[in-house]
């Protein structure tokens, strides 16, 4: 299946890359929560910077002949730079004022930011013609040419410069020509040009380079368009075109991508050459077509959109006949969020497939967290806000599909309808509220296909509210918040409740007390100044039991018992299940500051809950009884750095075991060097060890290889992976093992990727990717592969350009 490509011409990979542009609107999306259009790099910029120095490279003569003189050019320039001045020194100036001037011996002319250096430099007033000869050097906004001998008309910007050589601030590469032909109007035409971030010290050879018959360049449209191009690799010609365009400027622009080339078990030996399309600066697409070895052809879409009123983007993978699985396939995502008035927003979320295997066929294929489950959500929420309170009411609709292979499962209600209006602000007397009323259908999906065996009642309504007052008292050192809360709900189902009835309601009450203080201490470890703080919290809640088994339960369900869910009310998440309690929660953390700085160095903590009755409402419909509890602890520290540790650990006191325990490591000594290691398990559940890292192989001297090195014995190797044992099956799932090859001007990278679909099924990727330093990337997305399996893994090089443009400023 075709593969998200950005490489190339108009829309190169945004992995790795320094934040480029990407989609401009007009004006601005007046929403801060619609999407950000993903950011476009920019394509290579190999010949723009050479316009601009002889735009404005020499100035007419004024009337003194100092060895240091500022000379003021005649009114009649073409712009505001050919009516500046142009400074003038040398060891020798000479010549007639309204005339010709001559400069020899160490001649500097600065204009308008351009700087000339050259032996001998002749400016001719009445034909507008400079010549500047010998060790030419014009310098223009960090970069540089150099070439034998110059001459320009100034005021019409025309001329030519031969045998140049030139350094692109920008890339930081640059390259060579036989003649530069400046047209004017910010044109030139470039004949016998190449193209290299690699060096050619000492007369080596680059690794790579673009060698071009006639570079055609509009500085003012953007555009380059080089003829007969070809780019050679080791000598070797790798790519060769009659004609290929790119960009001279920031703007995007349409045109073919870089190539990528996949292998993969599930659809062998894949090939994509991506389109991309530059609609406007609000809207572009990218069309991906495809061919497989196994599969067959395929096509992919994606078209983005941003403006004034609402933004978005949608997406179509699409194989017309898969030979594999002998039908046609599809894959397809939309998201649109918009503001129909200033204060009310939109929004719609899709995404579908054309059958339940498709995630196990391409199971990298998917935006939806669960891969199995794919929403289809819309919804409108109008503000009512007045002041400090909030007030908004809103309508959604929320709909699944569930993928039944290889197993069935139970799927989710539909939320066909919801309508629903919300508040909270502020009380007299200190007080704050919130509430919530809500009508909602909900409906189970249609398709048997998707379905297990459901209980009743099936579908139904409900309609239900929820309220919240507390009235909090927060002063330095220790807060205290008693708050009363409710849940009342009335339900309509279309087929009997347990009870016989089609109709059913309840109302439950709950009141809390929430209460926690801060102390602070100086503190010294190794001589270090710190600040140690002692947090102790208590949550004491109160729930009657009220029956709830035989009422349908739509969206309920019991939360992870964690510390991001030990200080609640309530043990479910969702409205129809709301656990009985009568119980505290009491818990204890410090923490370790630099006094300076105010860094977390270290933090430990315990919580427990402690029943004073029976919970009855449970998952399972099993009372709690135990009158307590597991134990939760954590810890986190940075003090023994570069290692960092943390835990997480849930203790059972009755059985005296472990329910669950997270555990990590990483040690992270320096760029491109990081080692994490985690342990995972769930008591009966699970137990896995997983080990990540990027780490150099070789790298000589503890150095890594300058930015325009060619390959040599002095290059760096570094590996890279991610591997996972699940320890109950005495087995590796997912995992990621490869090597980077850093040759300075170019790198190589390899990996095998393989995760598992199944017990017994799994899918393998190999990845390859070459990347030419300021050029671009060919080859597999092996970058969002080790950026998304390894955590803290860094790209070898930076931005479209390792190479700082200050370097070549005078």
């Known amino acids: 299946m075709p593969r998200r490509v950005h490489a190339g011409a108009g829309r190169p990979p945004p992995e790795g890359d320094a934040a480029p542009p990407g989609l401009h609107p007009k004006p601005p999306v007046p929403s801060p929560d619609l999407p950000r259009a993903r950011a476009h790099r920019r394509p290579l910029v190999i010949w723009a910077a050479l316009l601009a120095p002889v735009a404005v490279a020499v100035a007419q003569p004024g ?115 036989e003649r530069i032909d400046f047209l004017g109007s910010g044109q030139a035409r470039v004949t016998r040009a190449d193209y290299t971030a690699c060096t050619r010290e000492g007369g080596q050879q680059p690794d790579w380079l673009i060698r071009a018959e006639t570079l055609h360049l509009d500085q003012e449209a953007g555009v380059g368009t080089a003829d007969d191009a070809e780019l050679l690799f080791f000598g070797w010609p790798v790519l060769v075109l009659p004609s290929l365009s790119f960009p001279l400027n920031d703007q995007r622009k349409s045109g073919w991508l870089a190539p990528t080339l996949d292998l993969s078990t599930g659809s062998g030996l894949e090939f994509a050459v991506p389109y991309y399309w530059d609609i406007a600066p609000n809207r572009d697409a990218t069309l991906t077509p495809a061919i497989s070895t196994r599969r067959g052809f395929a096509i992919a879409g994606e078209f983005r959109y941003l403006e004034p009123a609402f933004a978005g983007q949608a997406m179509l993978d699409l194989l017309p006949y898969d030979r594999v699985a002998e039908r046609t396939r599809w894959w397809t995502t939309w998201a649109h969020e918009g503001r129909l008035q200033a204060d009310t927003l939109y929004s719609l979320n899709l995404e579908r497939v054309s059958d339940d295997d498709w995630w196990n066929d391409f199971p990298r294929r998917h935006l939806a967290l669960t891969p199995r489950l794919l929403p289809l959500t819309a919804q409108i929420v109008h503000d009512l806000r007045r002041g400090d309170d909030a007030l908004e009411i809103y309508a959604r609709t929320q709909r699944w599909q569930l993928l039944q292979s290889p197993n069935i499962m139970d799927a989710p209600f539909d939320r066909s309808l919801q309508l629903g209006v919300r508040s909270l602000g502020d009380l007299p007397a200190g007080l704050q509220y919130a509430v919530e009323a809500e009508a909602n259908r909900f409906e189970l999906p249609s398709n048997p296909g998707y379905l297990a065996p459901q209980t009743p009642p099936g579908d139904g309504s409900r309609l239900h509210v929820q309220g919240w ?155 709690e009884q135990r009158g307590y509890s597991d134990v939760l602890l954590r810890g986190a520290t940075r003090v023994l750095q570069p290692l960092n540790v943390e835990a997480y650990l849930r203790w059972s006191p009755n059985s005296n075991e472990f329910e669950r325990a997270i555990l990590g490591l990483q040690y992270a000594p320096g760029p491109f060097r990081t080692l994490n290691l985690t342990y995972r398990y769930a008591r009966e559940v699970t137990s896995q060890y997983e080990l990540s890292w990027q780490w150099p192989i070789y790298e000589p001297d503890g150095q890594r290889p300058p930015p325009n090195a060619n390959a040599s014995c002095r290059s760096a190797w570094y590996t890279v992976g991610r591997l996972n044992y699940n320890n109950r099956d005495s087995r590796l799932t997912d995992s990621v093992v490869g090597v980077e090859y850093d040759a300075g001007c170019w790198i190589a990278r390899l990996a095998l990727s393989r995760w598992s679909t199944g017990v017994s099924e799994a899918n393998t990727q190999v990845v390859f990717q070459l990347e030419l330093v300021g050029l671009s990337r060919v080859g597999s997305n092996a970058l969002a592969v080790l950026r998304d399996n390894i955590p803290g893994y860094r790209l070898l090089r930076e931005g479209r350009s390792a190479t700082p443009a200050s370097a070549f400023y005078d």
């Open 63 to 177: 009337p003194a002949l100092h060895p240091a003189t500022a000379l003021q050019p005649p009114p009649g320039g073409s712009d505001v730079r050919g009516q500046a001045p142009v400074y003038l020194r040398a060891d020798r100036l000479s010549g007639q004022l309204q005339a010709t001037v001559a400069a020899q011996g160490k001649v500097e002319l600065r204009h308008a930011g351009i700087v000339i250096r050259a032996d001998e430099l002749r400016y001719d007033l009445a034909e507008d013609l400079a010549v500047a000869e010998g060790r030419v050097r014009i310098s223009f906004g960090g970069s540089v040419v150099q070439a034998p001998q110059v001459q320009l008309k100034v005021q019409r910007t025309e001329g030519f410069a031969l045998q140049p050589e030139y350094q692109i601030a920008l890339t930081g590469a640059g390259g060579t020509a």
């Open 469 to 623: 007052l507390s009235r909090p008292w927060r002063e330095p050192g220790w807060w205290i918040a008693p708050s009363a809360l409710f849940n009342a709900a009335a339900y309509y189902t279309d087929e009997p409740m347990a009870g016989g009835g089609t109709r059913a309601s309840r109302v439950i009450p709950t009141a809390s007390v929430g209460a926690g203080a801060e102390f602070e201490r100086s503190a010294e470890f190794f001589g270090r100044a710190l600040r140690q703080t002692l947090e102790p919290r208590l949550l004491y809640v109160y729930t009657p039991h009220v029956a709830q088994a035989g009422l349908p339960n739509f969206d309920s369900a019991i939360k992870d018992f964690s510390f991001a869910t030990i200080y609640s009310e309530n043990a479910f998440s969702g409205i129809d299940r709301v656990s009985d309690s009568n119980a505290l929660t009491a818990g204890i953390s410090t923490r370790l500051l630099d006094a300076a700085s105010g860094e977390e160095l270290l933090q430990l903590g315990i919580v427990q809950r402690y029943l004073f009755d029976d919970q009855l409402i449970t998952d399972n419909g099993v009372p």
